[in-house]
């Protein structure tokens, strides 16, 4: 990953963007450079391997080179590295991540035992 991005940084950067309930960093990958924006997310859930795995993957064979000059492309292949870690659909605080976000209709109840959005 030697190639070089228009503001320096080299292709492939990785930063992190913060860290999970038990530490664990969560990393943005800043693969290309251009006019359009990109966010990847791979995994939400830390049970649902296959999204994080294809993200990881992808980040991993360069195949995102030719969007250069075309498409700033971002990567996080871990939204929730403690369930990753973990095996399990909730983060470490057993909040569905996937179920807290700011949206007008957001409650604090869990609607599904399977679902439970966090208390805020």
Excluded: F
């Amino acid at each position: 990953m030697s190639q070089e991005l228009a503001a320096g940084e080299p292709l492939g950067s990785l930063r992190v963007i913060g860290y999970s309930v038990q530490g664990r960093p969560i990393h943005l990958w800043q693969l290309t450079q251009g006019i359009r924006s990109l966010l990847l997310i791979g995994g939400v859930h830390g049970d649902e391997v296959e999204g994080y795995a294809l993200i990881e993957r992808y980040v991993a064979s360069g195949k995102w080179g030719s969007l250069a000059g075309k498409a700033t492309l971002w990567a996080i292949p871990r939204l929730n590295p403690d369930g990753c870690a973990l095996g399990q659909r909730l983060n470490a605080n057993g909040v569905d991540l996937n179920r807290n976000l700011p949206t007008q209709d957001w409650i604090p109840a869990s609607l599904e035992a399977r679902y439970p959005p966090g208390a805020a």
